[in-house]
C-alpha cells in the first residue's frame, strides 16, 4: 500500500503524494522541536512541550509561528492538572446556609477549571489533536477550490 495522500485516480490506479514528515527518522522531529522550544516555560509545562512538540513536528504542524500557540497550549495543560488536582483535594462544592436552607454551590476555581478547559478544547481544534479536529484539516477537507484552480 502506498504512503501519502490521496491524489484521486489517474487512469485507473491511484496516485500518493508522498508525506516526507513522515518518513524522516524519528531523532529529526525532537530534533525539531528542540530548536523551536521557548525559554519561558516552567519546567511542568515543558514536559508537556517535549510530549507534544515531536509529535506535531513528524505531523508538518510545529513551525515557528505556532510556537506561541504550543506554548499556551502547554500552559493551558499545565493549569487544568493543578486546577484538577487541588479540587479533588479540597473538595469541589462547599455548603452554605441561609434562609433557604442548606445549599451546596461550586468553588470558584471549578468556574477557573471550566474556563481553562474551553482554551485546551479551543487550541485541541486548531493543532488537530481530537479525531474530528483531526479529519478537517486533512488535504480536501474544507478546501474552497480544486487544486488546478491555483494561480
Do not use: I
Amino acid at each position: 500500500m502506498a504512503k501519502g495522500r490521496k491524489l484521486g485516480l489517474v487512469t485507473g490506479a491511484e496516485k500518493f503524494a508522498p508525506l516526507p514528515l513522515h518518513d524522516e527518522p524519528q531523532s529529526v522531529h525532537f530534533a525539531r522541536a528542540n530548536a523551536l522550544r521557548p525559554d519561558d516555560l516552567s519546567e511542568s509545562e515543558l514536559k508537556v512541550w517535549d510530549r507534544m512538540a515531536p509529535n506535531l513536528a513528524m505531523l508538518g504542524r510545529l513551525k515557528p509561528h505556532f510556537v506561541d500557540a504550543l506554548a499556551e497550549y502547554c500552559r493551558v495543560v499545565r493549569r487544568l492538572a493543578d486546577a484538577r488536582s487541588y479540587l479533588d483535594d479540597s473538595e469541589w462544592t462547599y455548603v452554605t446556609s441561609g434562609r433557604n436552607g442548606q445549599q451546596f454551590k461550586s468553588r470558584p476555581e471549578v468556574a477557573q477549571l471550566n474556563d481553562d478547559w474551553r482554551k485546551w478544547r479551543s487550541l485541541v481544534g486548531e493543532f488537530g489533536l481530537a479525531p474530528a479536529a483531526e479529519r478537517g484539516m486533512q488535504s480536501g477537507q474544507g478546501d474552497l477550490f480544486d487544486s488546478f484552480d491555483d494561480f
